[in-house]
C-alpha cells in the first residue's frame, strides 16, 4: 500500500510537471507558429515587392528596347537619305572631275595650236623680211633707173610686214584671252569640287552621330546595373530572414526522473504493458498512414511547383529567344553601317566588363544557393531528430506507465492518449513546418532563377545597345560568343537547381523511426528485484 500511494503521488507529480511543460511548450508552440506566420508573412510580401519591382523593370527594359528600335528605324531612314545625298555628291564630283578634265586637255590642245601658228607665222615673218632684204639688195644694183619700182616694193614688203606682225599680235591676244578663260573655268569647277567634297564630309558626318547616344545608353545601363545591385541586396536581406526562420527551436525535457518502486499486480502491469504495446504500434502505424498521405500532399505541392517552375521558364526562354532573335537582328543592321574601330574596341571592353559582372552575380547566387540548400538540409535534420525524440519520449512514457499496474491503468491510457495527441500535434507542426519551407525555398530559388533570367535579359538588351552605337564585325561576332558562353552557365545552373530540387524531394520523404525500450526494461527490472 505505502508503495502504491507512493507510487500514485509519483504519478500525480510527473502527471502535474507533465502538464506544465506542455502548457509551455503549448504556449512557446504558438508563439513560435505566430512568429514563424509573421516572419513567412513578411517575407511572401517582400517577394511580392521583388516580383513587381523586377517586372517593372523588365517592362522598362522592353519599353526601352522598343524606343531604340524606333531610334534604329529613324536613324536607317536618315542614313538611306545620307547615302542618297552621299551618292549624288559623288555623281556631282565625278561630273565636275571630267569636265574639268576636259577642259585640261582642250587647253593643252589649244596652247599647242596657238604654238604651232606662232611658231608658222614668226617663221614667215623671217622669210619675208630676208626677201626684203634681199629685194633691196637687188633694187639698189638696178640704179636709179628702177629706184622708184624698188621702192613701191619696199613699201608693199614693209605693208606685208605690218599685217603680219598684226595677226601675230592678235594671235597672241587669242591665246591670252583662252589661257585666262581656260584658267578661270579651272579655277571655278576646283572651287566647286571643293565644295562638293565638304558637304559629302557634312553628310558623312552626320550619318554618324554616334558618341552622344552611346553615353546616354551607358548611363541608362549604369542606372539599371545599380538597380540590379540594389535588389541583389534585398533578396540576401530576404534569404537572411528565411535563415532565421529555419533557426532550430530547443526542445525541452519532459520529465527527469524514473519511477523508482514497484509494488503488486506484476501479472496485471505485464498485461497492461503488453496492451500499452499494441496501443502504441496502432499509434506507430496512424503515424506512417498520416506521415504517407503528408508525404503524398507534399509530393503534389512540389509537383505543382515544379509545373509552374517548368511553365515560367519556358516563357521566359520564349521572351528570350524574342530578344535574341531582334539582337540577331539589329546587329546585322547595324554591321553594314560600322566605321569606328576605337568605338568597337570600347564596346567590346564594356561587354567583357559586363560579362565579367554577370558571371560573379551568377556565383554569388550559386554560393548563396548551396548556402540555402545546406541550411534546409540542417533544419529538416534537426526537425526529424526532434520528431524522433518525441516519440522516444512517448514509448518511454507509456512503458514506465505500464509498470504501474492496474491502480495507475486509467491514468496511465491518459498519459498515453495525451502522448499520442502530442505525436501527432508534432507530426502535424513538422509537416507544416516541411510546407513552409518546401514553399520558402520554392519561392527564393523561382526568384534567383527568374532574376538570373532577368540579368541575362538585361545582358542582351545592353549588348543589343552598345552593338547599335559601335556596330563593327569583330566586336559583334565577340559579344556574341561571350552572350553564349554566359547562356551555357544559366543552363548549367538551370540543371543544378533542378538537381537541387530533386534533392529536397528526397529530404522531404518520411524517414521510419525506430522506438527503444531498453531503457525502460532495465528500469522495470531493477524496480522488480528492489521489490
Given at each position: 500500500t505505502t508503495a502504491?500511494d507512493?507510487a500514485?503521488?509519483?504519478?500525480?507529480r510527473?502527471?502535474?510537471?507533465?502538464?506544465d511543460?506542455?502548457?509551455?511548450?503549448?504556449?512557446?508552440?504558438?508563439?513560435?507558429?505566430?512568429?514563424?506566420?509573421?516572419?513567412?508573412?513578411?517575407l511572401?510580401?517582400?517577394?511580392?515587392?521583388?516580383?513587381?519591382?523586377?517586372?517593372?523593370?523588365?517592362?522598362?527594359?522592353?519599353?526601352?528596347?522598343?524606343?531604340?528600335?524606333?531610334?534604329?528605324s529613324d536613324?536607317?531612314?536618315?542614313?538611306?537619305?545620307?547615302e542618297t545625298?552621299?551618292?549624288?555628291a559623288?555623281?556631282?564630283?565625278?561630273?565636275?572631275?571630267?569636265?574639268?578634265?576636259?577642259?585640261?586637255?582642250?587647253?593643252?590642245?589649244?596652247?599647242?595650236r596657238?604654238?604651232?601658228?606662232?611658231?608658222?607665222?614668226?617663221?614667215e615673218?623671217?622669210?619675208?623680211?630676208?626677201?626684203?632684204?634681199?629685194?633691196?639688195?637687188r633694187?639698189?644694183?638696178?640704179?636709179?633707173?628702177?629706184?622708184?619700182?624698188?621702192h613701191?616694193?619696199v613699201?608693199?614688203?614693209?605693208?606685208?610686214?605690218?599685217r603680219?606682225?598684226?595677226?601675230?599680235?592678235?594671235?597672241?591676244?587669242?591665246l591670252?584671252?583662252?589661257?585666262?578663260?581656260?584658267?578661270?573655268?579651272?579655277?571655278?569647277?576646283?572651287?566647286?569640287?571643293?565644295?562638293?567634297?565638304?558637304?559629302?564630309d557634312?553628310?558623312?558626318?552626320?550619318?554618324?552621330?554616334?558618341?552622344?547616344?552611346?553615353?546616354?545608353?551607358?548611363?541608362?545601363?549604369?542606372?539599371?546595373?545599380?538597380?540590379?545591385?540594389?535588389?541583389?541586396?534585398?533578396?540576401?536581406?530576404?534569404l537572411a530572414?528565411?535563415?532565421?526562420?529555419?533557426?532550430?527551436?530547443e526542445?525541452?525535457?519532459?520529465?527527469?526522473?524514473?519511477?523508482?518502486?514497484?509494488?503488486t499486480?506484476?501479472?496485471?502491469a505485464?498485461?497492461?504493458?503488453e496492451?500499452?504495446?499494441?496501443?502504441?504500434?496502432d499509434?506507430?502505424?496512424?503515424k506512417?498512414?498520416?506521415?504517407?498521405?503528408?508525404?503524398?500532399?507534399?509530393?503534389s505541392?512540389?509537383?505543382?511547383?515544379?509545373?509552374?517552375?517548368?511553365?515560367?521558364?519556358?516563357?521566359?526562354?520564349?521572351?528570350?529567344?524574342?530578344?535574341?532573335?531582334?539582337k540577331a537582328?539589329?546587329e546585322?543592321?547595324?554591321?553594314?553601317?560600322?566605321?569606328s574601330?576605337?568605338?568597337?574596341?570600347?564596346?567590346?571592353?564594356?561587354?567583357?566588363?559586363?560579362?565579367?559582372?554577370?558571371?560573379?552575380?551568377?556565383?554569388?547566387?550559386?554560393?548563396?544557393?548551396?548556402?540555402?540548400?545546406?541550411?534546409?538540409?540542417?533544419?529538416e535534420?534537426?526537425?526529424?531528430?526532434?520528431?524522433?525524440?518525441?516519440?522516444h519520449?512517448?514509448?518511454?512514457?507509456?512503458?514506465?506507465?505500464?509498470?504501474?499496474?492496474?491502480?495507475?491503468?486509467?491514468?496511465?491510457?491518459?498519459?498515453?492518449?495525451?502522448?499520442?495527441?502530442e505525436v501527432?500535434?508534432l507530426?502535424?507542426e513538422?509537416?507544416?513546418?516541411?510546407n513552409?519551407?518546401?514553399?520558402?525555398?520554392?519561392?527564393?530559388?523561382?526568384?534567383?532563377?527568374?532574376?538570373?533570367?532577368?540579368l541575362?535579359?538585361a545582358?542582351?538588351?545592353?549588348?543589343?545597345?552598345?552593338?547599335t552605337?559601335?556596330?563593327?564585325e569583330?566586336g559583334?561576332?565577340?559579344?556574341?560568343?561571350?552572350?553564349?558562353a554566359?547562356?551555357?552557365?544559366?543552363?548549367?545552373?538551370e540543371?543544378?537547381?533542378?538537381?537541387?530540387?530533386?534533392?529536397?524531394?528526397?529530404?522531404?520523404?518520411?524517414?521510419?523511426?525506430?522506438?527503444?525500450?531498453t531503457?525502460?526494461i532495465?528500469e522495470?527490472?531493477?524496480?522488480?528485484?528492489?521489490a
Open positions: 502504491l507512493s500514485q503521488s509519483e504519478i500525480e510527473l502527471t502535474r510537471e507533465l502538464e511543460v506542455e502548457q509551455s511548450k503549448q504556449v512557446a508552440m504558438k508563439e513560435s507558429f505566430e512568429r514563424n506566420e509573421s516572419q513567412i508573412a513578411s511572401n510580401a517582400a517577394h511580392r515587392e521583388l516580383d513587381q519591382r523586377l517586372r517593372d523593370e523588365l517592362d522598362a527594359a522592353l519599353k526601352a528596347k522598343a524606343s531604340l528600335e524606333k531610334e534604329l536613324r536607317a531612314e536618315s542614313t538611306a537619305a545620307t545625298a552621299k551618292r549624288n559623288e555623281a556631282l564630283s565625278e561630273s565636275l572631275q571630267s569636265q574639268l578634265d576636259a577642259l585640261s586637255t582642250q587647253r593643252a590642245e589649244l596652247e599647242q596657238l604654238v604651232k601658228r606662232e611658231e608658222e607665222l614668226v617663221a615673218l623671217d622669210a619675208a623680211k630676208h626677201e626684203a632684204t634681199a629685194q633691196a639688195a633694187f639698189a644694183q638696178l640704179g636709179e633707173a628702177a629706184s622708184d619700182h624698188a613701191d616694193e613699201d608693199k614688203l614693209k605693208s606685208e610686214v605690218e603680219l606682225e598684226f595677226e601675230l599680235g592678235a594671235v597672241k591676244n587669242e591670252t584671252s583662252a589661257t585666262s578663260t581656260a584658267k578661270a573655268d579651272i579655277a571655278r569647277l576646283t572651287d566647286e569640287l571643293a565644295s562638293a567634297s565638304a558637304a559629302r557634312a553628310v558623312a558626318e552626320t550619318a554618324h552621330p554616334e558618341e552622344d547616344g552611346s553615353s546616354e545608353s551607358a548611363s541608362a545601363f549604369e542606372a539599371m546595373r545599380r538597380d540590379m545591385t540594389r535588389l541583389e541586396s534585398e533578396l540576401a536581406a530576404a530572414e528565411l535563415a532565421e526562420l529555419e533557426s532550430p527551436r526542445s525541452e525535457s519532459s520529465d527527469t526522473e524514473a519511477i523508482r518502486e514497484f509494488t499486480a506484476l501479472d496485471s505485464q498485461s497492461e504493458i496492451r500499452l504495446t499494441r496501443e502504441l504500434e499509434v506507430e502505424q496512424s506512417q498512414v498520416a506521415m504517407k498521405e503528408s508525404f503524398e500532399r507534399n509530393e505541392q512540389i509537383a505543382s511547383l515544379n509545373a509552374a517552375h517548368r511553365e515560367l521558364d519556358q516563357r521566359l526562354r520564349d521572351e528570350l529567344d524574342a530578344a535574341l532573335k531582334a537582328s539589329l546585322k543592321e547595324l554591321s553594314d553601317r560600322a566605321e574601330t576605337a568605338a568597337t574596341e570600347t564596346a567590346k571592353r564594356n561587354a567583357e566588363a559586363l560579362s565579367e559582372s554577370l558571371q560573379s552575380q551568377l556565383d554569388a547566387l550559386s554560393t548563396q544557393r548551396a548556402e540555402l540548400e545546406q541550411r534546409l538540409v540542417k533544419r535534420e534537426e526537425l526529424v531528430a526532434e520528431l524522433d525524440a518525441a516519440k519520449e512517448a514509448t518511454a512514457q507509456a512503458a514506465r506507465f505500464a509498470q504501474l499496474g492496474e491502480a495507475a491503468s486509467d491514468h496511465a491510457h491518459d498519459e498515453v492518449d495525451k502522448l499520442k495527441s501527432e500535434r507530426e502535424f513538422l509537416g507544416a513546418v516541411k513552409e519551407l518546401t514553399s520558402a525555398t520554392s519561392t527564393a530559388k523561382a526568384d534567383i532563377a527568374r532574376l538570373t533570367d532577368e541575362a535579359s545582358s542582351a538588351a545592353r549588348d543589343a545597345v552598345a552593338e552605337a559601335h556596330p563593327e569583330d559583334s561576332s565577340e559579344s556574341a560568343s561571350a552572350f553564349e554566359m547562356r551555357r552557365d544559366m543552363t548549367r545552373l540543371s543544378e537547381l533542378a538537381a537541387a530540387l530533386a534533392e529536397l524531394a528526397e529530404l522531404e520523404s518520411p524517414r521510419e523511426s525506430e522506438s527503444s525500450d531503457e525502460a532495465r522495470f527490472t531493477t524496480a522488480l528485484d528492489s
